[in-house]
């Protein structure tokens, strides 16, 4: 964790910046391996402090490592302990990651001599290059993720409900080591699969329905995102075109991405494959996005994305096309970005016509 505060300072000194506060629980986790303290003071010259109230403060003391911990008790002002230090440490350009609107208004009349500048991205800069480390992690929320996929493959059938589907997939999920699902597991089906969220009502499955199944596991912390369309029956000629068409969109995404590509390029691959179907307008969302310790994280791939994915980026492809009253498809996979081409991480069979 200390190589990761370290280059937090590399990127803070090209920015101008003498330190920086962490309020975000997963950047806290990310940089310190502890995700229940309250703030994170990182000056730029080698000083880091975790603050965290009493009833973690034994956790944070047995758990993290190469770090100050200074306890808060119940009644102390926080952001008074973290002025006070800021002054001491003579911090005079401070970046933060996230600050609510009173905590920024009691800190800039505290801190006369300081100027506040909110610095995200030297955050992010870190977070969305995944180290090897990470990314075994992320292969097996990948792997259980799958694993939950071929569950759920093999338990469909006619009159089960949506919910109970949903929670065969948890419950086998949590079997396998995952620490809890990603992001509430989908399964919409018939016309609420129209719905790129989910169905919103639970609903009995029947023979000829589109079901929609989105799945992810976490593990270690880290997530894992993975969709997969399926029929019951026979599926009717419009159907089969539509998912085929989501199938090569998705398929033409992967073989065209890389490090080094405009995000929006890689969306626009796949987009031109569903417009020239005859489907663009029913394509309501980006791509994909970045996954990591959480489930939607930057780079995000869409139209008007303005970033370059890079080698370690972990990312989602998953083109759909969705047409209300009639259904929807999409086909969803997490895969880390290369040099040149990509890793599939999540691995399932592409199957649309199940039994």
Not at 339 to 347: A, M, Q, S
Request: glycine residues 10%; hydrophobic residues 35%; neutral net charge.
């Amino acid at each position: 964790m200390k190589g990761r505060i370290d280059s937090l300072r590399k990127n803070l000194r090209r920015e101008g910046l003498d330190g920086y506060v962490v309020s975000n629980r997963t950047n806290m986790l990310y940089l310190t391996g502890f995700q229940d303290g309250s703030r994170l003071l990182i000056s730029a010259d080698g000083e880091h402090i975790l603050y965290v109230y009493n009833v973690n403060y034994e956790a944070a003391e047995d758990l993290v490592k190469g770090c100050r911990i200074e306890r808060v008790d119940y009644g102390d002002d926080l952001e008074q302990m973290l002025a006070c230090r800021i002054e001491a440490l003579g911090l005079k350009s401070l970046g933060f990651d996230v600050m609510d609107a009173q905590t920024y208004i009691k800190m800039k009349e505290r801190l006369k001599g300081t100027e506040l500048k909110p610095a995200r991205e030297a955050m992010w800069a870190l977070r969305k290059i995944k180290g090897e480390d990470e990314l075994n992690l992320m292969r097996k929320a990948a792997e259980i993720t799958s694993m939950g996929m071929k569950k759920a493959l093999e338990i469909v059938e006619e009159g089960a409900t949506q919910r109970e589907i949903a929670a065969e997939i948890d419950y086998e999920m949590r079997r396998l080591g995952s620490e809890g699902t990603a992001f509430e597991t989908i399964v919409a089906s018939g016309p609420h699969s129209a719905y790129p969220h989910g169905g919103y009502v639970d609903r009995k499955l029947k023979r000829g329905d589109l079901i929609v199944i989105d799945i992810g596991a976490r593990y270690g912390g880290y997530c894992s995102d993975m969709t997969r369309t399926i029929t019951l029956g026979e599926a009717s000629p419009k159907k089969i075109e539509i998912y085929e068409t989501v199938k090569k969109a998705q398929k033409d995404a992967l073989k065209v991405m890389r490090g080094g590509m405009e995000a929006r390029e890689v969306d626009n691959e796949a987009r031109k494959t569903i417009v020239k179907r005859g489907y663009g307008e029913r394509f309501v969302h980006g791509l994909g996005h970045g996954v990591g310790l959480e489930v939607h994280e930057p780079p995000a791939l869409n139209p008007k994305s303005r970033e370059t994915l890079e080698p370690g980026n972990v990312v989602t492809v998953e083109p759909g096309i969705y047409i209300t009253g009639f259904g929807g498809v999409r086909i969803e996979d997490t895969v880390l970005v290369l040099r040149e081409g990509v890793e599939v991480l999540t691995k399932a069979p592409y199957q649309l016509v199940l039994k």
